[in-house]
């Protein structure tokens, strides 16, 4: 009877631990897992643990959150893409795309200062320091800016700064000049100036060179100083450009070429690279060339006067008068005037060599 | 600056919900019954799943990384239109934007696993026997990345991440697009 009893205990705690923890009527099923503790039904039941509707609901409302906001996205996707791709735009030659489409932006998004910021970079980076100068002015001076961002704009200030310097200088130079002095007079008078101000340290000594070599009495004296301001800054196109029309001067078509196809590598839309280009190529004899890039410039910019006037010079050299006419016509008509070597170009006084080369290319 | 995890939990509420959801969302595709849910409640821990053990390293795996890969995924897509101008662009003028941030940001911020995430992947994969040495090799630093990313909480490793993140998707599509 002992032996029966002890017998039942044991059966009804075998038989306990193999039912179902949940509802207590069916045996667990241990064929999914050696731990359940839960018959075949309730695991099924627990396995699908119900998700609160409220949650389905939260998430449904989410999702037309979120959704609307989607709307908008791809504006503003493609305002970040010209922020995170500017600065290698830039590097591929579309600098002022780049700085355009970030000017755009930072009138957009006021409180940002790294689009400015980025901008003022790529400016400085590019040489466009007049530029750099604007943006600081315009979206960042007596603005609250962090320290990282004060130390970068102090840093590209001072060469501003400098830069400034000798542009207010020379540009006072050239309002004061005595109106009684000939040309050559005024060109010697500013060339001296210039010069005086080479051991100051305070002057921009890229443009300095610059300035003196568009002021240097002969071809020779003015390719040592633009030579000297591109050594001092590569990055001012500027005086790349000189460069060029000096080698054209120089009648070397070649050099002058290379020189203006390394600048429209830097900066695609140069519009004066494309017209030195027109220039090399129209006195080099290719006159379709020519025009090719004279459109190019005119294109760039159809109200700039001087790709207007470079294509409707390529154009007559072309012998495509009926397209000079017109383009002549749309110059006229928004009030402007040739300057006298362009009108004497196209009076016949003076031919394609006279109007481009100082001497008609006889130095 | 250290701020209680238990008080960045209950301003981060909506992240600690999405991650027991995804705990429990686990357990049901990996066939592993639950026992009870508490999405969030004012106590520590701010949220649990009480499931059934298994012996099973690949349910265990998953069922306890499953919230990284449910609220990175989920946080991702919803800070997605609206990271760029708040994160990027600083801007917290739209209403709307900022709440869809800060949710996005909070489930972003709880998709680490816990350290008892990690505690049941070093039982269930490491301490077994049974489970092979190249698994536990491959295993051995998602458990590192985990208590990382729990201890670095406390120097906001959290946020960073969720700053991280949100970025990363409108960055991979300037490269792709």
């Known amino acids: 009877m002992e032996e029966n009893k002890q017998s039942f205990e044991g059966y009804n705690q075998d038989y306990e631990q193999e039912i179902c923890k949940l509802c207590g009527n069916a045996y667990i099923d241990k064929s999914e897992s050696r731990y359940s503790t839960l018959c075949t039904n309730c695991r099924e039941k627990q396995i699908k643990y119900p998700i609160p509707k409220l949650f389905i609901l939260i998430g449904i409302v989410l999702i037309f959150l ?58 400085m980076n590019n040489g466009k320091y007049e530029y750099a100068d604007y943006i600081i002015d315009k979206y960042l001076a007596n603005k609250k800016v962090d320290k990282s961002i004060y130390n970068e704009i102090t840093t590209y200030s001072k ?29 010697v008078y500013v060339n001296t100036k210039l010069k005086s101000l080479l051991n100051d340290n305070k002057q921009d000594k890229a443009l300095l060179n610059y300035y003196l070599s568009i002021s240097a009495p002969n071809i020779k004296e003015a390719k040592e100083f633009i ?4 050594k001092e800054d590569n990055n001012m196109l500027r005086s790349h450009i000189e460069l060029a029309y000096i080698l054209l001067e120089e009648k070397d078509f070649d050099g002058s070429r290379k020189k203006y196809n390394e600048i429209l590598n ?26 090719r890039y004279a459109r190019q ?13 470079t294509l409707m010079i390529a154009l007559n050299e072309d012998g495509q008068t009926e397209e000079v006419n017109k383009i002549k016509d749309e110059y006229l008509s928004t009030g402007n005037k040739f300057d006298n070597t362009t009108l004497d170009y196209f009076n016949g006084k003076i031919n394609i060599n006279d109007y481009y080369l100082s001497n008609g290319g006889q130095n | 600056m250290i701020i209680p995890g238990f008080l960045i939990s209950i301003v981060t ?20 019954p639950v026992y009870e849910v508490k999405y ?19 349910k265990v795996f998953f069922i306890s990384v499953g919230p990284f890969l449910i609220n990175t995924i989920i946080g991702a897509l919803i800070t997605l239109p609206v990271s760029i101008e708040i994160v990027e662009f600083g801007q917290y003028s739209n209403l709307i934007n900022l709440l869809i941030c800060w949710i996005g940001f909070s489930i972003l911020m709880h998709a680490f696993p816990s350290t008892g995430d990690a505690k049941c992947i070093v039982n269930a994969i490491l ?44 960055k991979i599509l300037v490269m792709i697009f």
């Open chain 1, 297 to 309: 410039a005119y294109d760039i910019n159809q109200k700039d006067l001087y790709a207007m006037e």
């Open chain 2, 40 to 58: 969030f409640q004012l106590s520590n821990p701010c949220g649990y799943v009480l499931h059934e053990p298994s012996d099973n390293p690949l």
């Open chain 1, 266 to 291: 830097k900066e695609k839309d140069n519009i004066d690279a494309l017209c030195g280009l027109v220039a090399v190529e129209v006195l080099n004899g290719d006159k379709k060339a020519a025009v």
């Open chain 1, 66 to 123: 979120v959704g609307s906001s989607f709307v908008q996205f791809p504006k503003i996707f493609k305002a970040y893409k010209s922020y995170a791709t500017a600065e290698q735009k830039a590097k591929q030659g579309y600098v002022n795309d780049a700085l355009h489409s970030l000017e755009d932006l930072t009138k957009q998004y006021t409180e940002d200062k790294s689009i400015p910021v980025l901008a003022v970079k790529i400016s």
């Open chain 2, 13 to 32: 509420f909506p992240g600690v919900i999405v991650h027991e959801l995804a705990h429990q969302i686990f357990c049901r595709l990996m066939r592993v």
């Open chain 1, 159 to 187: 060469r501003i700064d400098q830069y400034y310097t000798t542009y207010d200088f020379y540009d006072k130079l050239i309002k004061n000049l005595d109106k009684n002095m000939t040309k050559s007079q005024s060109m």
């Open chain 1, 227 to 230: 030579q000297a301001s591109i």
């Open chain 2, 127 to 170: 301490k077994n026997k049974e489970v092979s040495f190249l698994i536990k090799i491959l295993v051995a630093p998602v458990i590192g990345l985990i208590y990382i990313g729990a201890v670095g909480s406390v120097m906001w490793l959290d946020l960073l991440y969720a700053v991280g993140v949100s970025m990363l998707l409108p």
